[in-house]
């Protein structure tokens, strides 16, 4: 290790559909987050690891903060409150608007008791004139005492060598925590499962997305061949769900299954054979048990 190593944990936070994912992608470089226009889609807390020469940071992507309606919503908003502890570095993302809305002051109520340094992101500044942009950097820092605002694009890349020089200096002296070509600490199945939900996400309506999950039952490479076998289920709450999932002839689940085929094998590098079924499990957003076993354990919180 070269000496005045650098490394820590940085932690993403905002209210759903804020761009905490896109920005966590960007910065890594890889996608391991999911993403979609619809909020609340990342459910649990996601570490990736980026090590340069100089330093390694742990990023740790977060679900958006909201008031929670299902013991699901619960473990979402426990997980991303907790990750403000044992930190070395907040980014709390907003989007460009002047008027601070409720869900933004509650977020700054809960930051007032952290000590660790908190930066603020502007995120989609593609979308506003500078004008307002300076509106907005006035009304937050009114609020709250920054270390750092920072305006960016985290889909276009704006001002992402800035943000990252600029966590590198608060960054302490520390080690590398994992290994140089570790980028996630999330397991390969629980990846794929997600990639698997984000096209569902993406394809299905409004109401079904948030009472879905994906289990990945069987991943096994065959002997001899660069070809992974891969079993999910989609568990969905609702019968009518069901046959909105599967679709006419099942067009939806080829659609989902052919989306997520390409960034599964994008990912892990092999030939895919994905197969996907649908299942119907009630009420599972409020089943411990259930949410357990979907990988939503509140004791990994």
Known sequence: MKNNFRSG??????????????????????????????????????????????????????????????????????????????????????EPYEKIKDSDKAILDRLENVKTPVFLIINKIDTVEKEELLKVIDAYRREYDFKEIIPISALKGQNKSLLMDTIEKYLPDGPKYFPDDMITDQPERQIVAEIIREKALYLLQEEIPHGIAVEITSMKERDGKNIMDIEATVYCEKSSHKGIII????????????????????????????????????????????????????RNI
Do not use: C
């Open 9 to 94: 944990f940085v932690s993403l936070i905002g209210r759903p559909n804020v761009g905490k994912s896109t920005l966590m992608n960007s910065l890594i470089g890889e996608k391991i987050s999911i993403i979609s226009n619809k909020p609340q889609t990342t459910r649990n807390k996601i570490q990736t690891i980026l090590t340069t020469d100089t330093y390694q940071i742990i990023f740790i992507d977060t679900p958006g903060i909201h008031k929670p309606k299902s013991k699901l919503g619960d473990y979402m908003v426990k997980s991303a409150e907790n990750s403000l502890n044992d930190i070395d570095l907040v980014l709390y993302l907003i």
């Open 247 to 298: 679709g006419k002839q099942g067009s939806m689940l080829k659609r989902i299954g052919s989306d997520a085929r390409r960034d599964i094998q994008r990912f892990l590098g092999s030939h895919i054979n994905l197969q996907i079924w649908v299942k119907v499990k009630k009420d599972w957003r409020d089943s411990d048990f259930l949410l357990k076993n979907f990988g939503y354990d509140s």
